[in-house]
């Protein structure tokens, strides 16, 4: 079953109705509707208060999303979109400043698309600007704001969507700001992201990806396909793996540490020193906690 049709029968199963889930999880009913039918997917926070709620893993809850390239189309109020043709491999350097969330996908598409929706800043079209510089194997994606948009507003009022045909992905580098980012359905050996947020998403990423935050961070990954470098300062973050999943943790720098946790308690580690998916802490003074359930 896909994550929407769990959650309506994990609802279902519990006797409640949607009024009652939103009231349990603090969300609106037509949040949980949208969820329910596909036209959403809730962030992190919430996905892991469903998970607590009907007492399921977060690997069981999204188990049935991965290998999905599809993007949900959140429809919005006011929206800008910019497309730009791509017929080669490319690096993309992406500079996104402020944003509440931010899903950058690949997707079977001849085009970059950055797409801006919000349902209440009426003027984003005018008050925000999308440039798109194509320099030789190297594409540059800045969005600027005018007009004294401030990045306050744009993280509490704009979400931005990145579309990447998968076909035509050499490097990512990505610098932004927002409450949560996503990274989905991405093949990539080089990937580098510079970003303050609390939440990352990684769903169905292969390859290579360094995340640099001095934030304390959850992390949610559906899956694990080459190596997870988190890079931070004074930092403790969490990170959720599923429970197949076969990799070596290692902790770099000065006083870093890495914990690991079963269903909220402290364990043993439980990772393979030989494996070849890694998971790797670098910086100082920080901690990780690897979490299972």
Request: charge should be negative; glycine fraction near 6%.
């Amino acid at each position: 079953m896909t994550f929407a049709e769990n959650v309506k029968m994990l609802r279902k199963q519990a006797g409640m109705s949607q009024e009652q889930l939103a009231e349990k999880l603090g969300v609106s009913r037509q949040a949980v509707t949208k969820w329910e039918t596909g036209a959403g997917i809730p962030d992190i926070e919430n996905i892991m208060a469903i998970s607590a709620l009907f007492d399921i893993s977060i690997d069981d809850l999204l188990s049935n999303e991965r290998g999905s390239k599809k993007v949900v189309e959140t429809e919005y109020l006011y929206e800008s979109i910019t497309e730009y043709d791509i017929d080669e491999s490319k690096h993309y350097d992406m500079k996104l400043e402020g944003a509440k969330r931010l899903i950058l996908a690949g997707y079977e598409g001849e085009k970059i698309r950055v797409r801006l929706g919000s349902n209440t800043f009426s003027t984003l079209q005018n008050d925000f600007k999308v440039k798109i510089d194509d320099i030789r194997k190297r594409i540059d994606i800045d969005v600027k704001r005018k007009n004294g948009a401030t990045e306050a507003m744009a993280k509490s009022e704009i979400d931005i969507f990145v579309q990447i045909p998968v076909q035509y992905i050499d490097k990512i580098e990505c610098e932004a700001h927002a409450e949560t980012v996503e990274i989905r359905s991405i093949e990539c050996e080089n990937m580098e992201f510079g970003v303050k947020t609390t939440n990352l998403i990684l769903e169905n990423v292969v390859g290579s990806v360094e995340v640099d935050c001095n934030l304390d961070m959850e992390i949610l990954c559906d899956s694990l396909n080459g190596e997870i470098a988190i890079n931070q300062v004074s930092a403790t973050s969490k990170i959720h793996v599923p429970k197949e999943a076969i990799f070596q943790a290692v902790a770099k720098g000065i006083g870093t540490s890495i914990s690991y946790e079963k269903a909220g308690q402290q364990v043993e580690r439980f990772d393979a020193p030989e494996a070849d998916n890694v998971i790797e802490l670098n910086g100082i003074k920080s901690e990780l906690i690897v979490c299972i359930g």
